[in-house]
């Protein structure tokens, strides 16, 4: 069964690059089985799309981050990961990773988010 | 890209049935049928529980139900629990290959 697991600091100062790593067991990475991704939830509030990576290294964003994310794939830790530049206090949430579905067209499998990990929430605060 | 729009709050009694409404574009939820719905419970990550509009991943409830019409799809939870009492998003791929969230509605099983 596919596990994720967030980690990384959970404080950032503003202005500083908020890192953050999806261990993934059960599974591999490289494989093909799955697109990965990130969503944040600030406090209180929805779910934001982040970013999403295959194994492949092709990339979607989402366009009002794109300018300040990079995700990338480490195929020999089993991992991905999420830089998130520039942070502000509006960053301020709990991160998500999550694995996007095993079959049908990339739009089917973009669309659906499972399994998740269980989150991390990181504050951005001097 | 705009999140899609959901009720802020519904209510219920328990055994009852309710629809939840979430409304986008052509570009999004109107132009392709691959909305996702997920319950998410205080504190916990969300719960995927409709996938394609209308599919349910193995393990959940026929209780939940999923349907579109034009640029709005629903979910339909009949036979209300108190379990069911949580937040509920919808989420769509759309044109530009992005995917983006409805803002969550509150559901209160009454």
């Known amino acids: 069964q596919l596990q994720l697991q967030e980690s990384g600091p959970r404080l950032v100062k503003p202005s500083e690059t908020l890192s953050l790593t999806c261990t993934v067991s059960g599974g591999s990475v490289s494989s093909g089985s799955y697109y990965w991704g990130w969503i944040r939830q600030p406090p209180g509030k929805g779910l934001e799309w982040i970013a999403t990576?295959?194994?492949?290294?092709?990339?979607y964003h989402n366009p009002s981050l794109k300018s300040r994310v990079t995700i990338s794939v480490d195929t020999s830790k089993n991992q991905f990961s999420l830089r998130l530049d520039s942070v502000t206090a509006a960053d301020t949430a709990v991160y998500y990773c999550a694995g996007h579905g095993t079959w049908g067209t990339v739009a089917a499998r973009l669309s659906r988010f499972h399994p998740w990990g269980q989150g991390t929430l990181v504050t951005v605060s001097s | 890209q705009s999140a899609l729009t959901q009720p802020v709050s519904v209510s219920e009694s328990p055994g009852q049935s309710i629809t939840i409404s979430c409304t986008g574009t052509?570009?999004?939820?109107?132009?392709?049928?691959?909305v996702s719905w997920y319950q998410q419970h205080p504190g916990k990550a969300p719960k995927f529980i409709i996938y394609?509009?209308?599919s349910r991943p193995s393990g959940v409830s026929n209780r939940f139900s999923g349907s579109k019409s034009g640029n709005t799809a629903s979910l339909t939870i009949s036979g209300l629990q108190a379990d069911d009492e949580a937040d509920y998003y919808c989420s769509s791929y759309t044109t530009s290959s992005t995917l983006v969230f409805g803002g969550g509605t509150k559901l209160t099983v009454l």
């Open positions: 990576i295959y194994y492949n290294e092709d990339t």
């Open positions: 052509s570009s999004d939820v109107g132009g392709y049928n691959y």
């Open positions: 394609d509009v209308s």
